[in-house]
Structures are given as C-alpha cells and as structure tokens.
C-alpha cells in the first residue's frame, strides 16, 4: 500500500488544480470568484478529500481519477464553514492559514456570500458526476446530513453557545462529534459508497470515523495550548480567550494527550474486522500522524 | 382547471404542515431548530413551491402529493437568502413579513448559522424524494445551480456592487435574472423534470420563468415605490435610501409599468407552444395577478 507522504504529494496537486479549474469554470463574477476561490486555493491540508481518497484506494484504487471531484466537493462545504466561521459576528479571526480571512481582504458582505456559494456549488458537483445515479443520490445525502442541521451547524451552534457555560465532558464530545467529526465522517462514508461496500466494512469505517474526528479535534485543541502563531498560521491561544470548551480546558494538557491516546487507540481498533482481507495501512497512517 | 385562489387555499397549507413537519424532524438543537423555523414559517407567500406545483398540475397532477417535499426544499433554499440577505453586513434590514428578521431575534450569529443550516437541508429533502434517482439528480442540479455562484448568489454581489454605480438598463436585467429570476426559474423547471416533461415543452416554461421572473422583480421594484410599509409588512422606499439600481428609478414609474405590461405580455406568449396541448390557464394566473 502507498505511503501516506507518497499518496498526498501525489494527489494534493492534483485536488488543487482540479479545484483550481472548476471554480473558474463554475463561477463568472469577478468579485465573487476572487473571494470563493481565495478561500479555497488558501493551502489548507485537504485533510476530508484525501480521507475520502483514502478509503477509495484501499478498497478499489481503480476509482481514484472519477472520485477527485467527489472529494473536491467536500473541500468546498469545509471552506464555506471557515469562511463563515472567521467572521465578526462568529470567532471574529483575522487570520487563517497564515493569510487574512476573507471578510478582511474582501469585506463582510462578499464573504457571506462566497460562503453561501460554495454550497450549492457542492451538491451541483456530486451531482455532475460519473458515477451511477443511485451512488451519486448516496453521496449527495452523506454530504447534505453531515454538513446540515443535525450534525456540523448543530455544533457550531453549540461551540458559541459554549462560550457562555462550561460544559461536561460528554457535552463537549458530542459538541465535537457534530462540529468536526460529521464532515469527516461523511468524508470517510463517501469512500465507502463510492466502492459500494458491504454493511460490515461500511460499519467498521463509520466507527473508525468517530474516534478519528475525536482524535483530529483534540489534537486541534491541544495544539492551539501547545504551538506558537507561526507555526499553526493562524493565532494560538485564542480558545481559552474566547471561554471556548476545550480538552485540555477539561482535563489539562496530561489528560488531554491521555484522551487523544485513548481515541486513536480506538480508531485503529475499529478496524480491526478489516484487516484479514484489506491492506489498512493507509488508513492507520492518519492515526499515525495525529499520534506525532 | 383549478382556479389559482383555490390552489394557493388547498396548497399553501399542506405546504405550511409539511415544512413545519420536517422541520422538527430535521433539527434537533433547540436555539438552531427555533431559529430555522422562525423564518421558515413566517408566513411568505410561498411563490416558489406554488409555481413548482402549478407545473405539476398543469401536466401531471397525480404527482402533486410526492412533489410537495420538493417544493418545500425550494423554500428552504428561499428563506436561507432571505435571512443573509437581511444581515447587518447586507441590507441591515429590521423586518421581514412584519416581524423582526432573524437577526434581530436571535443574534448574527445564529442568524449566519440558521441560512447556512437551510442549504444542506434542501438538498438533504431532495435526495429523500420519492421519485425515481434520475429525476432526483436532476432536481438537485437545478436547484444546485439556481441557487449557486452562477446564479443567485452572483445577482446578490452585483446587486450589493451596483448600489456603488449606475447600472444600464441590460445590466439592470441581467443582475434580476441572476438574483430573482434563477430560483423562480428553477422551480418551474424543477416541476417539468417532476412530469419528465420533453425538450420542447421545457422550452416554452424556460422561456415563460425567464420573462416572469424579471415581471416579478419589477412589480417588487414598483410596489417598494407605491406601497405602504404597513401593506408590505417591511419598510418601503429602502431601493431608494439604499441607492439599489431599480427599474423606477431607472425609467421611472411610467417606464416600469411598461417594462412590467411587456414581460408579462412575453410571457403569456412564451406558453403559446403548450397551447394547442395543454390548459395553460393555472400557469397565466401568475401573470394575472401580477399585473393587478
């Protein structure tokens, strides 16, 4: 199986020129194109494509060409929540990814509305598709329920709600499944619907998603305590700051890695059913460097 | 065929029930669920559903009962405008159908938050449909793009750009066609995939959502000018104050009623092909009551 280094210089290049081009294809307004795809052409480490990658290439690597676009959709609903996440009447940042947010260089009415385009920009991609109809309606839901009002804007909400009460352990897990798990949830689920497989693995996956997304937002937290500004390109700190729920905030910096450790201990358990008949090496490889 | 008044009597509130119905099936956090159904349910006049369903019954009225799920997505993906288009960063709009906007009930942030919740969830609806996958695709697609950077959100930056300069009167059309008339169009379209209707007959509504659409924008443009805020249950004489490009304020009263009287003239005469085939009689009452 290819190294995780080897498959996302490969296929990060690849992502970004794709979104490159159909973005210029997709959007003619000067103003409005500048600032969707200053967001989206911003560096961000593609974290949700390249899971959906992932998936599709340790089960039927065959798909890989016709499912960039599915995983450059993904991008897309991640960016517009940024986007929308930065402005002043949310956590009001001014920098992001090591550059000004979009409403600083754009202003705030232009960001709402990239944000607001970048959406059904999504779903008209997933439905443009090659793939059959059926897969397509699989993945267009996978991506609706996980970005929607059950899941990722349900934790928004519930993350500034937050800000104003300490909440317990099981409130900011569940705060957490919906505001960073369910987009990679949805992203690893994609995978599977795209190589159509059984309810077993299907299942296996969905469990392997949620320690994962745990995992991802406690190392999130812990390296906004941890790192200095230059290094993660945006401001650090800024979670105890704004009264933010956080796991280190819980549990202290110990007990959060203790957490961390347990999550990623978990994941890699869930795939445990996979491995008499799959190479998962790819996918332990993002518990490896979440682990570092 | 059934008389507009009676449509919109037997139709609006099954539409209402249904919307009200998955809406609380479709959200669960609270402060979200409150916020979303708030602007859902404040009582528009639901233009968009209707002219989906007109469709329907015009060409095939057995469809009515599984089309009014794809109807209400319309409507979701509606009000989502509405609330952004009402923010402090946007128009700063106070009221909306005579209650106070979004905004102004439940804070910016969950204001953002509640339109970025309606997009998926249109889309969501879309994919649940009972209809065969194909016509679900294409259904998403039309919405996708009405609503997207090409369309609608494209008419809001150039309408938000063109309060800083002049516009001509084709530049006027084409900032109406985007930011109106796409998601107008959309939804007749949406309702000749429902009746699989053929390439010729799509035609003819293509070219009546066009000129529709832009009567539509008119009449707003013109009723802004001569209504009361207690008649429009928002305040009036906001184009004006806000320096928007109108078709009033362009050509002048005079001039924008005849603008009006020549789309809906083009209009009527775009369903002239249906004609021989079909009673037209439902889809021409919109044409009617907008020349009242």
Request: net charge negative.
């Amino acid at each position: 199986m290819i190294k995780l280094t080897d498959f996302r210089t490969e296929l990060v290049p690849a992502l970004d020129s794709l979104l490159s081009m159909k973005l210029r294809q997709d959007i003619k307004e000067p103003a409005l194109q500048a600032a969707m795809t200053y967001s989206v052409m911003a560096g961000g480490k593609r974290v949700r494509p390249l899971l959906l990658l992932a998936v599709v290439q340790t089960f039927q690597a065959s798909l890989i060409p016709q499912s960039l676009p599915a995983a450059a959709a993904i991008e897309l609903i991640h960016t517009y929540s940024l986007i929308h996440d930065d402005l002043p009447a949310m956590d009001n940042d001014d920098l992001r990814r090591g550059q000004a947010t979009n409403h600083k260089k754009f202003g705030e009415a232009l960001a709402i509305l990239a944000g607001d385009g970048l959406q059904p920009l999504a779903f008209q991609w997933l439905s443009d598709l090659r793939f059959a109809d059926t897969v397509k309606i699989k993945l267009i839901r996978e991506l609706a329920l996980g970005a929607g009002p059950l899941n990722m804007v349900a934790g928004q909400v519930a993350d500034m709600q937050g800000e104003h009460k300490a909440l317990s352990l099981a409130e900011l897990k569940a705060l957490h499944r919906c505001k960073t798990g369910a987009l990679l949830k949805a992203s690893l689920l994609m995978g599977a619907v795209i190589c159509e497989l059984d309810s077993k693995r299907t299942a296996a996956l969905s469990d392997f998603a949620d320690h994962l997304g745990l995992a991802f937002q406690i190392k999130d937290d812990i390296l906004d305590v941890t790192s200095t500004a230059a290094e993660l390109g945006k401001p650090v700190h800024q979670d105890q700051a704004a009264n933010k729920n956080t796991y280190p905030g819980l549990l202290g910096l110990d007990g959060a890695q203790t957490a961390l450790t347990t999550e990623l201990t978990a994941a890699r358990r869930a795939l445990d059913p996979l491995v008499a008949s799959t190479d998962i090496s790819l996918l332990a490889a993002f518990l490896t460097e979440l682990a570092n």
